[in-house]
């Protein structure tokens, strides 16, 4: 055991490595990569799962870090080093799931919903995550070596003191566990058994169109604690806003109107909160965020010419001073020509990838996607630069991510606009142009935190870019697989009988495909985006009866996985594109924004805040309550470190809900009447499928009407935040 005086924070003169250039442990070993993708793909879909549902991700590295300790100890004596590389690997997910999560969706949105499979998310993620590793390589050097003690990477520095206090001999494991077993055994009992509601509802009729609920979960109230009051204040004040001022006044305005106002296709006489909030508020709160990422771009414009500036200049430089420091063990990168090499085989993987595999309906000329694949790689690394020094300077939690994304695709757009390319087919490859390099970004500003801690340990960097190349490989299949799961576990098929002629189908309107099967019959697949006759989203259409009878409401973009920052792509897209976009409505928003950072309020988490349901804000804003009724009832403890109790508390409770939930889904789909036509012969009859729709969920049959009280349900959550109390006061092992 290392015993020596050591600190992360010593400054550039005073500073050296926990373990020195010279010293030998075991590092890149089988048990660290294997145990590392594990993490990855844990990480990785349950981080999809929360951002679909909350609309934004909290960091996964400690948390990985604290198991990892945990886990190799109980088997052999491991190094910090394997330890190093087991938080490397398995945060790869995390962070790929957030740029992944925050772009790929907005294919549904655009009307490619049909085309939202397994195989068009994993190769996307897939080239987005290495070029934001391969691009890390020349930035290495100068972001975490030369500019030690002016760059804090505070999440890195964070994780590096927990590796070290591990190999000395602390434990903090055993807090996540707690939070991964009383948040499981929650969520499984409200979610799977329907023991009691998961989302209490008031709709007053002194206050009509209003409603108050909260998406009583685990993570949500994990979220909440580790983004702490302020944040998650601000969110739920967002919510507050539009549903409860902006829907009583849509409501209270347009009660005596028996015409449908656009964007909605029913009256507002006749409109539920939720309706109103489909129709109303989501295009009011994605101008809302777009003009909030905006704003926070411009705001750190000085930060990232600063970034550009440096980072060429380091690219210039990177020659000499790799071969100055080859012969030192933490000095070894990656090789630059793996990085050029790997950089024209992204270019080229893209260009087959849009020309030889193109979706339905969306094809592109071959010059076209070879333009595409150079746009990435320039704006690909212009922001995987920005993205990492910005995270090196503010952490990687205030990473501007989507802001940079909007950016791109800005730029993308106003290049096809004046170019022309304004059908369908082009906003799909704009949006594959901004989904990889947002997912680029998201994994440099995460790959830069990893490396720093490697950097103050004393790992071998090559190694990590080695672990992190497996770790984004590997968890691709775990994001790619989730978000497949939950649009097709949370989809539903509404009757909705609307007459059309399909011959002169209204403008938005569009025939997506000609046969489509449900329930055993066919019928035609047809897309609304923007129309004033039908509202937007995907319907299957009876050539028999000559109308429309159902929507297929896919389940990422449902209240139960809005997708915020995708929607947001699709509008971006839309609004520049096709000039097809309730303006009004946005310019509501960005206006809203606008006076919100007038009174010196950071407008992100409100823009974000007014978009989401008040149900999951209202949560969140419970868990901030707690972090902040622990700090003020305890001097000594520091509880706004992510290695506090609270916090490691939390991220067991996140982890539970993602996982649980994702099981909840997997039950749901193995209930599902057809499944026996989906899956091969075998594994239907050795799991008897379809299963019983009252298999698991009992509670309603046991527990009567308590099972869906609202006061119940309330009380239930209450009881797991004062658990987060308890064990976020109880010091660590």
């Known amino acids: 055991m290392n015993d020596r005086p050591w600190s992360s924070t010593a400054p550039p003169g005073e500073f050296r490595t926990y373990v020195s250039a010279g010293e030998t442990q075991k590092e890149f070993t089988v048990r660290a990569v294997i145990l590392g993708a594990l993490f990855g793909l844990l990480f990785g879909a349950v981080t999809v799962y929360v951002g679909l549902r909350a609309g934004l991700t909290v960091s996964a590295s400690i948390p990985i870090s604290v198991l990892s300790i945990s886990i190799l100890r109980a088997f052999r004596r491991s190094t ?13 997910g995390e962070s790929l799931a957030a740029g992944v999560m925050f772009t790929i969706p907005a294919l549904i949105f655009l009307g490619f919903g049909a085309e939202f499979t397994f195989w068009r998310i994993f190769p996307l993620a897939l080239l987005g995550g290495w070029l934001g590793v391969l691009f890390m390589v020349p930035l290495r050097r100068q972001l975490i070596v030369k500019e030690h003690g002016n760059l804090v990477f505070p999440e890195g520095t964070a994780c590096a003191d927990v590796l070290v206090a591990g190999e000395r001999g602390g434990s903090f494991a055993g807090r996540v566990f707690w939070g991964l077993g009383l948040g499981g055994l929650y969520t499984f009992l409200m979610n799977t058994v ?29 979220v909440g604690y580790i983004i702490g009051p302020k944040v998650s204040g601000i969110l739920f004040a967002g919510g507050v806003v539009s549903w409860l001022l902006m829907m009583p006044a849509i409501k209270f305005f347009g009660s005596m109107s028996n015409t449908p106002l656009y964007p909605s296709t029913i009256p507002i006489s006749q409109m539920t909160p939720d309706d109103m909030w489909r129709s109303y508020i989501r295009p009011m709160g994605a ?31 990177q020659n000499a001073g790799a071969s100055a420091g080859a012969s030192s063990r933490i000095d070894r990168d990656m090789p630059m020509s793996y990085v050029i090499a790997g950089s024209i085989l992204i270019i080229v993987m893209m260009w087959i990838l849009l020309t030889f595999h193109p979706m339905p309906g969306a094809q592109t000329q071959w010059y076209q996607n070879l333009f595409a694949g150079v746009f990435v790689t320039v704006f690909g690394f ?11 300077l503010l952490g990687n939690s205030s990473n501007p991510i989507s802001g940079m994304s909007i950016a791109t695709l800005m730029a993308t757009c106003a290049i096809f606009f004046v170019a022309g390319w304004t059908a369908p087919n082009y906003a799909v490859l704009a949006l594959m142009i901004g989904g990889v390099v947002c997912i680029a970004a998201a994994i440099a500003g995460a790959t830069s935190q990893d490396l720093k801690t490697g950097y103050l340990v004393g790992a071998t960097p090559y190694w990590q870019q080695m672990g992190l190349l497996v770790g984004v490989t590997v968890s691709t299949v775990a994001i790619g697989a989730t978000l497949n799961l939950m649009n097709k576990g949370l989809e539903k098929y509404i009757p909705t009988p609307i007459p059309v002629n399909v011959q002169a189908l209204p403008e938005g309107v569009k025939v997506e495909r000609s046969s489509f099967e449900h329930e055993g019959k066919t019928y035609m697949l047809i897309n609304s985006l923007g129309s004033s006759k039908i509202p937007d989203g995907e319907y299957l259409y009876d050539a028999g009866t000559q109308q429309i009878e159902y929507q297929w409401a896919q389940g990422i973009g449902s209240d139960k996985a809005p997708a915020p920052q995708a929607r947001l792509m699709a509008t971006v897209i839309n609004g520049i594109l096709n000039q097809r976009l309730p303006w009004r409505l946005v310019l509501m928003g960005m206006v809203l924004v606008i006076a919100v950072e007038i009174l010196g309020v950071r407008s992100l988490a409100f823009a974000t805040g007014s978009y989401l349901s008040i149900a999951t804000t209202a949560a969140m804003f419970a868990g901030g309550l707690v972090r902040w009724a622990v700090e003020a009832s305890t001097k000594d403890a520091k509880t706004d470190s992510e290695a506090s109790p609270g916090a490691l508390y939390s991220s067991g409770l996140i982890a539970a809900g993602g996982v649980f939930g994702l099981l909840g889904i997997i039950i749901n789909l193995l209930q599902d009447p057809e499944i026996s036509n989906h899956v091969p012969h075998w594994f239907s009859s050795i799991l008897r499928l379809p299963w019983r729709a009252d298999l698991f969920s009992f509670g309603p049959k046991l527990f009567g009407s308590l099972a869906t009280n609202n006061f119940v349900g309330l009380m239930m959550f209450l009881l797991l935040a004062a658990s987060l109390f308890y064990f976020a006061r109880k010091k660590l092992d």
């Not at 023991?195 to 994990?222: C, D, H, I, K, M």
């Not at 212009?382 to 090196?392: N, Q």
């Open 382 to 392: 212009l922001f995987v630069t920005v993205a990492a020094r910005i995270s090196g």
């Open 287 to 317: 101008g809302a965020v777009a003009a909030a990422g905006l704003i926070t771009l411009l705001r750190t414009m000085p930060t990232i010419i600063s970034a550009l500036r440096a980072g060429l200049k380091d690219v210039r430089t």
């Open 194 to 222: 329907q023991a009691w509601t998961s989302q209490p509802e008031s709709r007053p009729s002194w206050f009509p169109g209003a409603s108050f609920r909260a998406a009583v979960t685990s993570e949500y109230l994990g």
């Open 80 to 92: 910090i080093l394997e330890n190093n590389i087991v938080q490397t690997t398995g945060s790869a």
